[in-house]
């Protein structure tokens, strides 16, 4: 399974992004799903994850309501809705397929993961 992250890009502080993510070679099965992020010198973090359902998630503290995770299976589908972006928000940020039916924040909890789109956020 290969999972394609885009939609990132350059924008100010203050502006919003809408990342996308899908797989190819079959649909997204009924695992979690979420994104993770890795800025310039740092480790890769938890971002946001969301169940098959659709109908739950978790967000990281640092973009709790900024940022929102949505997924549409029948489209194959993952996205994250990113607002009032932040510099600190510059990262490359992957999607990624668990290998869990429930929420998963942890990396070692993913077993698909996507090439990342870059995010920068100028002040």
């Known amino acids: 399974v290969q999972l394609q992250a885009y939609g990132g890009g350059l924008v100010q502080a203050g502006g919003f992004l809408r990342l996308s993510c899908t797989a190819s070679?079959?649909?997204?099965?009924?695992?979690?799903m979420g994104w993770f992020r890795q800025a310039p010198g740092k480790g890769r973090e938890f971002v946001s994850t969301?169940?098959?359902?659709?109908?739950?998630?978790r967000t990281a503290d640092s973009v709790q309501g900024r940022f929102t995770i949505s997924r549409d299976n029948a489209k194959n589908m993952l996205y994250l809705q990113m607002d009032n972006l932040k510099p600190e928000d510059t990262a490359v940020y992957y999607c990624?397929?668990?290998?869990?039916?429930?929420?998963?924040?942890?990396?070692?909890?993913?077993?698909?993961w996507g090439q990342g789109t870059k995010v920068t956020v100028s002040s």
């Open positions: 990624a397929e668990s290998r869990e039916k429930v929420l998963s924040t942890a990396i070692n909890e993913y077993q698909y």
């Open positions: 070679g079959r649909t997204f099965s009924k695992n979690a």
């Open positions: 969301i169940l098959w359902t659709g109908g739950i998630s």
